[in-house]
């Protein structure tokens, strides 16, 4: 079946623009992540949805970062008045419930952004 | 949630097998240790997790030492598509996030 799919791919904007990124989880999955990986560096968490709630929004850096999943399946992570420093991969993931071990993560290609 | 400690890279020859280490000496009763790796331009994917028995699936072998701080994961037969960032986690049971380190850089050589 599908797997977790983002859009765009590549995302080049100028400072101050706003962004959207998109995320697609696998059908059916409750669980929604962002996460954000700066070159070099292991992703970092940003937040997690379960259903249509953010359940634990602690990762995100500031005021500027949004993330939405109104119908509890896509979601868009908006950036507003964007800086040179937000230029990353911003990884989307999904799983198939929340709590419990064996909930694995399964990670989309991610959206690549660039701040210029 | 826990530290790992990771060696930044590590070479293996191709059909060899790859033991690739972990220290977890904080880890808590109740967290689980998780292992992701992340190919070139991909998300990360997962590869195995255990709590204190070994685990074996179809990618990997993971053994965790009876005290368990620290772990080892093993391919046993690398091939050059395991040339890969991997990610040794500790997850408190319950928990959500995924907290990366810098990981081990595995390169397969030919």
């Known amino acids: 079946g599908a797997g977790v799919s983002q859009t765009p791919s590549n995302k080049v904007t100028e400072k101050g623009k706003y962004v959207e990124l998109r995320c697609d989880p696998i059908s059916g999955h409750t669980a929604l992540y962002w996460y954000r990986q700066s070159l070099g560096q292991g992703p970092e968490f940003l937040i997690y949805f379960q259903g249509t709630g953010a359940a634990d929004d602690s990762g995100l850096p500031n005021d500027r970062f949004f993330a939405v999943r109104p119908e509890g399946s896509v979601s868009t992570l908006k950036i507003q008045r964007t800086e040179r420093g937000d230029s990353a991969v911003y990884l989307c993931?999904?799983?198939?419930?929340?709590?419990?071990?064996?909930?694995?993560?399964?990670f989309g290609p991610g959206t690549r952004l660039t701040v210029l | 949630d826990a530290k790992t400690t990771q060696p930044t890279s590590m070479d293996c020859a191709e059909g060899r097998a790859a033991n690739l280490p972990c220290n977890h000496s904080t880890i808590s009763g109740n967290e689980y240790v998780y292992w992701y790796r992340q190919i070139h331009s991909q998300g990360p994917q997962y590869i195995i997790h255990g709590l204190k028995n070994n685990e074996t699936n179809e990618m990997a072998s993971l053994i965790i030492t009876e005290d368990r701080k620290s772990s080892t994961l093993i391919l046993p037969h690398a091939t050059l598509r395991d040339t890969a960032v991997y990610y040794c986690?500790?997850?408190?049971?319950?928990?959500?996030?995924?907290?990366f380190g810098q990981g081990t850089r595995l390169t397969i050589n030919p």
């Open positions: 986690i500790v997850r408190p049971q319950g928990a959500q996030k995924l907290v």
């Open positions: 993931a999904s799983s198939a419930a929340s709590g419990g071990p064996n909930n694995e993560q399964f």
